[in-house]
């Protein structure tokens, strides 16, 4: 068997240089091998020539392509899928630190697992160190809720660290180049009404070493929710609003009742008299608390439900009657 591990990569160097060793060192057993494969989403910073020069040192287990910046991961991975030699694909983000046997655990569910459906979803944790940055509360994944779970829905197909036959994806799958978030839930519904069998794999495990900063919190959320709104609209799904934390009519009625009586609490506190309350209590800190997740959190949902929001009313306006000149090109703004 022959595994190919895949990554997109954007502006990461540091994280580059203390990434690849661990990749190389992977461990194998004589019934696998492996490659490693990096697109450079047209970085700035020295990405290119940190991947030049990993290449050329581990000749024949990492190559590099670089692509010319595209905004998100959907066309740097679909590169990569396509380049790989390996019967079974790897997708990692590029701020992933494999343990040193997350490719084998991998490479063993395949193993077990030969049919072309079977993909599998591995684990992510949080370091120590970092579980003391505020920012933390945006980057761990619901995986308790994973653990009670036996067959993973579409809404699981989280592409920090997941696994399928390469061949399934090309057949069914594959990102769609038009998406820059949810991305990979959406491909996720591909392969799951082509039949996909994901399964929960937690001892293929790595360090999720994110890197979002206070600055970027309130950007984030609009930019989740504009692409929340357009991954709803492809696919409106009860399951994934309920997932998603949307208001709207279509919800079970328990769950609709439950999510207005969030709304009316959360305006409660997310006004210059509560936001200020929490400041006092310490809510920019340096340091994780409950306040800090709780003052964060409102920060991105209020961005993100406003976007969303702006998402919806833009759908609706009517859109400009097309010109007969050829120098018109529709690009699809509102």
């Known amino acids: 068997m022959r595994v190919s591990v895949v990554i997109p990569t954007y502006n990461r160097a540091a994280l580059l240089e203390a990434t690849i060793p661990a990749l190389m060192s992977q461990r194998t057993e004589p019934w696998f091998d492996y490659e490693v494969i990096f697109v450079c989403n047209g970085a700035m910073d020295r990405s290119q020539s940190?991947?030049?020069?990993?290449e050329a040192a581990h000749s024949g287990k990492l190559r590099q392509f670089y692509i010319q910046p595209?905004?998100?991961p959907s066309a740097p991975r679909n590169v990569g899928i396509?380049?790989?030699t390996g019967d079974?694909?790897?997708i990692m983000d590029d701020d992933v630190l494999p343990d040193s046997d997350m490719v084998l655990h991998h490479a063993a569910f395949h193993r077990a697992h030969p049919e072309p459906a079977f993909a599998a979803l591995g684990e992510l944790y949080v370091p120590e160190e970092f579980l003391r940055d505020p920012m933390a509360v945006f980057h761990s994944f619901p995986y308790d809720e994973v653990r009670t779970l036996g067959r993973l829905r579409y809404l699981h197909f989280w592409t920090c660290n997941v696994s399928f036959k390469r061949q399934f994806?090309?057949?069914h799958g594959m990102f769609d180049e038009s998406f820059l978030y949810y991305e990979d839930v959406l491909c996720g519904h591909k392969l799951e009404a082509a039949g996909m069998e994901l399964r929960f794999v937690p001892a293929a495990r790595g360090q999720h070493l994110h890197q979002l900063k206070p600055s970027g919190v309130a950007a984030k959320g609009t930019f989740t929710g504009k692409w929340l709104y357009a991954f709803l609209d492809r696919v409106p799904d009860p399951v994934a609003k309920v997932r998603f934390g949307v208001l709207s009519r279509d919800l079970p009625p328990a769950v609709f009742v439950r999510r207005c009586l969030n709304r009316v609490g959360f305006s409660m506190i997310d006004n210059p008299l509560g936001l200020g309350l929490l400041k006092a209590l310490g809510a920019q800190s340096e340091r994780r608390s409950r306040v800090?997740?709780?003052y964060h959190y409102i920060v991105f949902r209020r961005n993100m439900l406003s976007a969303y929001r702006e998402a919806g009313r833009a759908a609706k306006r009517p859109r400009p009657a097309a010109r007969?000149?050829?120098?018109?090109v529709d690009?699809?703004?509102p």
Do not use: F, K
């Open 169 to 171: 994806m090309l057949d």
């Open 70 to 72: 595209t905004g998100g």
């Open 82 to 84: 396509r380049a790989a």
């Open 331 to 333: 690009r699809g703004e």
């Open 324 to 328: 007969a000149d050829a120098s018109w």
């Open 88 to 90: 079974v694909v790897i």
């Open 50 to 54: 940190v991947l030049q020069q990993a």
């Open 292 to 294: 800090t997740d709780l």
